[in-house]
C-alpha cells in the first residue's frame, strides 16, 4: 500500500490525481519525506517541462492588471498585520511540510487539518478572505436558510451563513459538496455571533450544491436529512 | 526605480512581496511571467484563460508570499506549479477536451523575447526536449498528456486503453529517469548557454 501511494508523488506534482486521491496522497505526504522529498524534485522537473512549454507571450496588459489587482488588495484585504500573525504559526511547522503545503497555495484543496490544527485554521482564514475579495468571485443564493456561497475561479468557495444559532450542546454543523454522487465532507463548523463563515476546503465543481447538515458533535460520514440551507447548483 | 531589484534573487524577490512590496511582485513577474504564461497557454489553448489563470497565481502570491519556504521549492517553481494548478483545475472543470501535444514546429512562434533570451530560451528547450526523447514512449506519452493536455491519471488509463496502474508506474519512472537526465545536464555546467562553440 505504501510503495502505492509512494508512486503518486508523480501524478500529484503533475497535478494528475483526481480529488479523493489527491486528497488521500495529501494525508500520506505530511507524514513521509521521501513523498516530500520526491515531490519537490519532480515539481523542478515539471518547472523545466514548463519553461519549454510554449513560445507565445501575454499581453502588455496582463501585467498591469496584476499590479493594480494587487495594489487594490493591500489597502483592502490582507493587511501586513493579518500575515504577520500567520507567519509565526507556519515557521512552527516543518520546513518539509510547509514547504509542500506552499506549494498548494491558495489552491489547495484539502487542509490538513491532522497536522496542524492552528495553522489550518490561520490558512482557511486567508483563503477564505482571498475568496471573498476576489472582484471575479460569483455570489450564489441558497434555496434554504439565509446567506449566499461564494465562489472564486478554480471552484475556491466560501460560504456565508446569517442568523445561524450556535449548534445545540452536543451537535455540530457541517458542511457538504453534493455532486451527483457521493455527499462529500466539507468540514464540520461553529457559528458564532449568529454568523458562520465557512471557507470550504475543497473546490466546488461546476452544478454541485453545497449543503449544511447538523450532525453529532466530531462530525459524520454522511450527511443527516434534511439540511439545514442548501445552495442553488454552482 | 526597480534597478535596485534586479540583483535579487527569486526567493528574497518572494520575500519582499511577502512584506507588501508591489514593485518586488512586478519584478517576479517580469522574470516568470513569461514561462507561467506560455504553461498556461500550452494547458488551455486559449489567451483570455491563460491570462487568468496566470493573473490568479500571481494574486495568489502576493497573497500567500509570508508562506514560502526556500529551502525546499525554488520560487519560480512555486509560481509555476500555481499556475499549472489552476490551469488544469480551469480544463477539467470546463470539461475543455484537449487536444495533442503542439508540434515543435509550432511552438516557436515569433516573440519579443531579447536575444540572450532567445539563446538561452532555445538551449534550455534542446536541453529538455533531448531529455523527453530519452524516455520510453509510454513514459513520455504519460507525462506530456498529463503536464501539458491536463489529464488525470485515471482519464489516461481509458484514453490509452492501459490499466491505471501502468500509468502511475510509467508517470513515476518517466519523472523519475527525467530527473535524471536533466540533473546529469545541469552537472556539466550547460544550464547556460555557451556562445563560443
Known amino acids: 500500500m505504501d510503495s502505492e501511494l509512494h508512486e503518486l508523488s508523480a501524478g500529484y506534482a503533475l497535478d494528475a490525481l483526481e480529488s479523493e486521491e489527491r486528497d488521500a496522497f495529501e494525508r500520506h505526504l505530511s507524514g513521509c ?21 510554449d513560445g507565445s507571450s501575454p499581453s502588455p496588459e496582463l501585467r498591469n492588471r496584476i499590479l493594480a489587482d494587487a495594489r487594490a488588495e493591500t489597502q483592502t484585504v490582507v493587511s501586513l498585520d493579518s500575515r504577520r500573525r500567520v507567519f509565526p504559526v507556519l515557521a512552527a511547522v516543518s520546513a518539509a511540510a510547509a514547504a509542500v503545503v506552499i506549494g498548494l497555495g491558495i489552491y489547495a484543496t484539502s487542509l490538513n487539518r491532522d497536522l496542524d490544527s492552528t495553522r489550518s485554521a490561520l490558512t482557511a482564514q486567508e ?39 450556535a449548534a445545540p450542546t452536543g451537535k455540530t454543523y457541517q458542511a457538504w459538496i453534493v455532486d451527483d454522487q457521493t455527499p462529500i465532507s466539507a468540514g464540520t463548523f461553529e457559528a458564532t455571533d449568529d454568523r458562520a463563515i465557512v471557507p470550504i476546503p475543497q473546490a466546488v465543481p461546476a452544478g454541485a450544491v453545497v449543503a449544511v447538515t447538523v450532525e453529532e458533535a466530531g462530525g459524520s460520514i454522511s450527511p443527516t436529512l434534511p439540511p439545514l440551507a442548501a445552495s442553488e447548483p454552482v | 526605480m526597480r ?14 512581496v511577502a512584506r507588501g512590496d508591489d514593485s518586488a511582485l512586478a519584478e517576479l513577474y517580469d522574470r516568470v511571467g513569461r514561462a507561467a504564461y506560455g504553461l498556461a497557454f500550452r494547458v488551455l489553448r486559449d489567451d483570455r484563460l491563460a491570462e487568468d489563470a496566470v493573473q490568479d497565481a500571481f494574486l495568489a502570491v502576493w497573497r500567500t508570499a509570508a508562506a ?62 533531448d531529455a523527453l526523447r530519452k524516455l520510453p514512449d509510454g513514459q513520455r506519452e504519460a507525462i506530456e498528456l498529463a503536464y501539458y493536455g491536463g489529464y488525470s491519471q485515471s482519464e489516461l488509463a481509458e484514453r490509452l486503453g492501459q ?15 527525467l530527473r535524471e537526465l536533466l540533473d546529469d545536464g545541469a552537472e556539466e555546467g550547460s544550464w547556460t548557454p555557451n556562445y563560443t562553440s
Open chain 2, 163 to 177: 490499466p491505471l496502474g501502468t500509468i502511475k508506474s510509467r508517470m513515476f519512472a518517466g519523472l523519475a529517469r
Open chain 2, 3 to 16: 534597478k535596485h531589484l534586479a540583483h535579487l534573487s527569486d526567493e528574497a524577490l518572494v520575500a519582499l
Open chain 2, 68 to 129: 514560502f519556504r526556500a529551502e525546499r521549492a525554488k520560487a519560480s517553481t512555486w509560481i509555476l506549479t500555481l499556475v499549472h494548478r489552476r490551469a488544469v483545475d480551469v480544463v477539467r472543470r470546463e470539461e475543455r477536451r484537449r487536444v495533442e501535444p503542439l508540434d515543435d514546429a509550432t511552438r516557436d512562434a515569433a516573440t519579443s523575447e531579447s536575444a540572450e533570451d532567445a539563446a538561452w530560451l532555445g538551449f534550455e528547450r534542446e536541453r529538455v526536449q
Open chain 1, 127 to 165: 483563503n477564505a478572505a482571498a475568496v471573498l475579495a476576489d472582484p471575479t468571485a460569483t455570489s450564489v443564493a441558497l434555496q434554504s436558510g439565509n446567506g449566499r456561497l461564494v465562489v472564486a475561479g478554480g471552484g475556491s468557495a466560501v460560504l456565508v451563513l446569517d442568523n445561524l444559532p
Open chain 1, 33 to 53: 519525506a521521501q513523498c516530500q522529498e520526491d515531490v519537490a524534485s519532480f515539481w523542478e522537473v515539471a518547472g523545466a517541462l514548463a519553461v519549454v512549454a
